[in-house]
């Protein structure tokens, strides 16, 4: 099992990205995927999750509004549209996927893909 997320870079506040996280060895039907974030010196924080299941979407607070989250069950991926973008939003972000019953919680998650690397500056 493998996660791979994609997408990051650098963007002026106010500009968009497109995380992707695309899945090899399972398909990610009737898990949960989450993207988490984790800035230096911060802990890792749950910004989103879908579940496959139902198709039931989770946000953050902070981001509630700017991101999207989706699936294309072709390619297997599952993705993060975030748009109007904050310095605030600046982390390296983590795709993960699992059984969770609390989706903000790193601990509920079995398989983590690497992180992506996001800047927003001001």
């Known amino acids: 099992v493998q996660l791979q997320a994609s997408g990051g870079g650098l963007v002026q506040a106010g500009g968009s990205l497109n995380l992707s996280c695309a899945a090899s060895?399972?398909?990610?039907?009737?898990?949960?995927v989450a993207w988490f974030r984790q800035a230096p010196g911060k802990e890792r924080e749950g910004v989103s999750c879908?579940?496959?299941?139902?198709?039931?979407?989770y946000y953050a607070s902070s981001v509630k509004g700017r991101f999207t989250i989706s699936r294309d069950n072709v390619e297997n991926t599952v993705y993060l549209q975030m748009n109007s973008l904050k310095p605030e939003d600046t982390a390296s972000y983590y795709c993960?996927?699992?059984?969770?019953?609390?989706?903000?919680?790193?601990?509920?998650?079995?398989?983590w893909g690497q992180g992506t690397l996001v800047t927003v500056s001001s």
């Open positions: 993960a996927t699992g059984t969770p019953l609390v989706w903000a919680d790193p601990s509920e998650y079995d398989y």
């Open positions: 060895g399972f398909t990610f039907a009737g898990y949960g």
């Open positions: 879908i579940n496959l299941a139902h198709g039931s979407t």
